[in-house]
Every structure is written in structure tokens, then in C-alpha cells.
């Protein structure tokens, strides 16, 4: 059984937690989150206490029970203080911008990655992104949202092994090959 699950999630000052349904909703004072959740558990949610109880007593239900603790307390903790991914884009002629959408409302992403044509990619709603130099900064309240968009963004122009082009993350390191020897 899971030991995270077990646990009571601590509700910290400043943050609301509120249930309707299976729609859970956390607001503080970064922003709002808002996660769907299967009925399989049964989530109660006190004055400053989260607690989770399995309804079933099957593998499956078990399974979510440590998943869900976990994606609760992701929530509570990115309403208070915003995860953040950087990345870095290295090579020679390699470069991005941030400019408004032609319909306006809304940002994207246009890279120069070596392609024939310019790469385009929509900045999504709850994400904030600042671009400088080389380094990309993504931040945002729902830490699911900011991971995936973060590695669709480095599955642009992954990091090559040779001489370490491409798009990777802050503290990642690339294992470097030799290339070819000349006799």
C-alpha cells in the first residue's frame, strides 16, 4: 500500500481547495489549478486537510491512490510558489523569438532550428514564457502542463552527440562521442 497516500495533505494559508463532483480546484495566490479525477477515490477536503480513502480495494484503485496524493500536493505547491524550466538552445545560426499570435490574444515561439522553414509553436494559456539570449524560461502554476510543453519544446531540436547541438535542459548533461578518426 502507499505510504504517500496515507498521509494527510496540509492545506497552507493562502490557498483554497474546493471540490465539485471529481473536478478539484486549488486557488492561491499564483493562480488557479483545476485537475479531473476519477471517482475510483474518495477525496475529502476539510478547513486545512486533504485526505484520500480507496473506494475499491482492487490493484487498480491502489495504483491511483499515491498517483492522486501526488498530483494534489503538485497542485498545492504550484499555486504557491510557480515551477520553472529552462532551456538552453546551442548551435551556430540556432535561434528563437517570442512574438504575438497573427490573431492576436496570445504569444508563440518562432525557432530557427536549420530547417527549411521556420518553427512555430503556440504559447499556451498558464504558461509564462521569457526568452533571452539563448535561454528559455518556462513557468507556470500546473506543474503537468509546464513539463510537457517544456519537452515538446526540446523535441524540436534534440541535443546531437558530437558536438552538442540543439535544444536541452539547464543542468542536463549531454554524453559526447568522438566522431570519425583520421588515418
Known sequence: MSRISKQEIIIPTG???SQVGAVLTVVGPKGTV?????DDIIITVTDKIVTL????????SKSLWGTYASHIKNMIKGVVTPYQKKLILEG???KFEIKPTHAGG?????????????????????????????????????????????????????????KGKGMRYEKE?????QGKKTV
Not at 106 to 131: M, N, Q, R, W, Y
Open 173 to 177: 548533461v549531454i554524453r559526447r562521442k
Open 53 to 60: 480513502n480507496v473506494k475499491r480495494n482492487d490493484k487498480f
Open 92 to 94: 551556430v545560426g540556432f
Open 34 to 38: 483545476t485537475k479531473n479525477f476519477r
Open 106 to 162: 496570445g504569444k508563440e515561439f518562432h525557432f530557427i532550428l536549420g530547417f527549411s522553414h521556420p518553427v512555430i509553436v503556440p504559447i499556451p494559456d498558464g504558461i509564462i514564457a521569457t526568452a533571452e539570449k539563448n535561454n528559455i524560461t518556462i513557468t507556470g502554476v500546473d506543474k503537468e502542463l509546464v513539463g510537457s510543453f517544456t519537452a515538446g519544446l526540446r523535441a524540436l531540436k534534440k541535443p546531437e552527440p558530437y
Open 15 to 17: 490557498v483554497k481547495v
